[in-house]
């Protein structure tokens, strides 16, 4: 039985890019970006005004002051997105709109709120520095820098610096495809009748759901009975995606045929390890089949989302391309004592939250820990783990956190 560790590493060598397509910028939201984007052009473009107000020349008003504003003659209106014509001349000034090119000969902008108008008479009640409210030139970031780099996922910022870039398209990896599997005779789907030892087929929504959060292609290759041809039919279905996730079927059951498949090496399947040394989660099943990864997960609704966020979600981010694809730690201060058996490396759902205004989290563990019980993912948003080497975490510590959420 291997570490979580080692089981991390044999999975990220299993690991291959998926290949690179251009698609219209207008379609790739949430799609992984496969190559550094570099500036064309100056950021901003051309000077211009951070404020609704008036442009002027900062000399005209140095004097200005409540008791004894200085009035200038406005003589025009720069809106936004215009090539105008004006200038600044000497005791006069123009209305600006945010953004708008800065006329020539204008060095400073007062914002709007701060000036009393009538017609063309504007009073200006205290004085104002060259380069006031105003966004120069380049300030941002210059031409031939490099503006977002490869890997990232294209989120909301993202997609708006893209479009700053003028990247009409962009190359993205494309996007994974999985498919699921979910076996045994006893899964009963929503609406049917309930059988004596009937189970609800939770693990095939929980998963289906946890896939589509991510943005991936699902193939939901349904529920397979304990029958082998069935399911070497599905699996043989499984194996055209990119990743194959089996629920259920890996343990040391007497109808376990899923297993047994897989041992004789079903459409090439070669085992890289079974079992980690987790809970809940340890008869992880991993192996590829050509260049198809193949999760075996257990059939326990907790320790089969463990296995997928511990695991599988990992896995995705790195043939996706992510720059960062392990799943990230973060520290907070425990709440209550967890009460771990030894020595597996235990993760406890938890709850993490702000403490205060102190800048500092907080974690609440789920007291209840069964393998069975799905309701502990309730209001969960992370792992808590608990290193093999202790028995329990003590209330005041700091402790590592997983969180569950997000891609």
């Known amino acids: 039985m291997i ?28 799609e992984t970006l496969a190559e550094d984007v570099f500036l064309l052009e100056d950021l901003p473009l051309f000077d211009n005004s951070a404020m609704d107000g008036y442009v002027l020349r900062a000399s005209d008003i140095r004097h200005a002051s409540e008791k004894k504003p200085v009035i200038l ?103 994974p495809k999985v498919a699921l ?43 397979g009975r304990d029958d082998r041809a069935d399911l070497e039919k599905r699996l043989e279905e499984g194996s055209r995606a990119d990743v194959l996730i089996t629920v259920g079927g890996v343990s040391a059951g007497d109808f376990d045929h899923i297993r047994d498949l897989l041992a004789e090496g079903f459409l090439g399947f070669k085992e890289s390890f079974y079992k980690v040394q987790i809970r809940p989660g340890k008869p992880v099943r991993f192996g590829t089949m050509g260049k198809t990864l193949v999760f075996g997960l257990p059939g326990n609704p907790v320790s089969c989302l463990v296995g997928f966020h511990l695991f599988v979600k990992p896995a995705l981010r790195k043939m996706w391309g992510f720059r960062e694809w392990e799943n990230p730690v973060y520290r907070a201060i425990l709440e209550e004592d967890i009460h771990s058996p030894a020595p597996v490396l235990n993760f406890w759902r938890g709850k993490v939250s702000p403490k205060g205004g102190s800048g500092e989290w907080r974690v609440v563990p789920k007291q209840k ?32 956190v997983i969180p569950l959420g997000g891609f």
Request: proline share 6%; with cysteine; aromatic share 4%.
């Open 181 to 223: 599997l979910v076996t045994g005779d006893e899964l009963v789907e929503p609406g049917e009748p309930m059988k004596p030892g009937s189970i609800r087929n939770s693990n095939g929504f929980s998963m289906l759901g946890a896939l589509r959060e991510l943005g991936v292609e699902t193939i939901d290759l349904g529920v």
């Open 73 to 175: 003659v406005c003589q025009g209106v720069i809106g936004a997105g215009e090539a105008s014509q004006l200038s600044v001349g000497a005791g006069t000034c123009l209305k600006i709109m945010t953004g708008a090119l800065i006329p020539p000969d204008g060095d400073s902008v007062v914002p709007v709120e701060k000036t009393l108008s009538e017609a063309n008479r504007v009073a200006f009640g205290e004085p104002a520095e060259p380069g006031d409210c105003i966004r120069r030139r380049g300030e941002e970031m210059k031409a031939g820098e490099r503006l977002v780099e490869k890997g990232n996922l294209i989120d909301s910022v993202v997609w708006g610096l893209l479009a700053t870039a003028n990247k009409a398209s962009v190359p993205v990896y494309r996007k």
């Open 3 to 30: 570490t979580y560790q080692e089981a991390l590493e044999k999975i990220a060598d299993a690991c291959e890019l998926l290949p690179v397509e251009e698609i219209p910028l207008r379609q790739s939201h949430r």
């Open 369 to 400: 820990a069964g393998s069975g019980m799905l309701t502990t993912f309730l209001d969960a948003n992370c792992f808590v783990p608990v290193p093999i080497e202790k028995d329990r975490l003590v209330r005041g510590d700091t402790v590592d």
